[in-house]
Every structure is written in structure tokens, then in C-alpha cells.
Nanobody, 120 residues
């Protein structure tokens, strides 16, 4: 069992920045990802990172978001810049064996989710 805990969400104006952080209860070599789900929409992967720091970004966030992980601290962060109102969603941290699976929106373990709201 892996527990994931997210921190760092909140309210920000369009064009602003937020940094999300997720800490895992155990050290893992799994891929780690950040997902988001807006009301009435599916949960989609916006960024993922493998143990060797290979990364994936969805087209909607590419160039604005940066994912990073610290394997010594069991953390994965998401730096979000140039935020837009359409980035408003609940953001989840998740983990799976490969980032290919994370990209499909699948995770073995999920965090509890954290709200990010971007005002126009």
C-alpha cells in the first residue's frame, strides 16, 4: 500500500504560478504522475515522470508546467506557470509501474486530490 499526499493548491489569478507537491509514504521506482479532473470531465494525466526522469506532458500544459521528482525524498512536484482559467480542477498525484500507463489516465494509487482555482 502506498499513500500519496498532495499539498500546494489554492486560488491564483490567471498568469500566476503555483507549485504542487506530492509525497509518497514509501520509496518507489514507479512512474509518478499528476492528473486533473474538472467538474463533469474525466480525470486526465497532465504530466508524468519515470524513475530515470523521463517525462511526459499533455499538449494542454506543455511549456507551462514542469514535473520533477526527488527520489531521495519520495516526492514529485508540479510547477505550474502561466496558469489559465481552464487549468481549474482538482489535481491528483498518482503512481503506476510505467508512465505509459499513467498517460492513459491509470494509476495504482491516488492521492486525495487538491483544488486549484485560476481566476480570470
Amino acid at each position: 500500500q502506498i499513500q500519496l499526499t498532495e499539498t500546494g493548491g489554492g486560488l491564483v489569478q490567471a498568469g500566476g504560478s503555483l507549485r504542487l507537491s506530492c509525497v509518497s509514504s514509501v520509496r518507489t521506482v514507479n512512474g509518478m504522475g499528476w492528473f486533473r479532473q474538472a467538474p463533469g470531465q474525466e480525470r486526465d494525466c497532465v504530466a508524468a515522470i519515470a524513475w530515470n526522469n523521463f517525462t511526459y506532458y499533455s499538449d494542454s500544459v506543455k511549456g507551462r508546467f514542469t514535473i520533477s521528482r526527488d527520489n531521495a525524498k519520495n516526492t514529485v512536484d508540479l510547477q505550474m506557470n502561466s496558469l489559465k482559467p481552464e487549468d481549474t480542477a482538482v489535481y491528483y498525484c498518482g503512481t503506476h509501474s510505467t508512465i505509459a500507463l499513467l498517460r492513459r489516465g491509470s494509476a495504482l494509487y491516488w492521492g486525495q486530490g487538491i483544488q486549484v482555482t485560476v481566476s480570470s
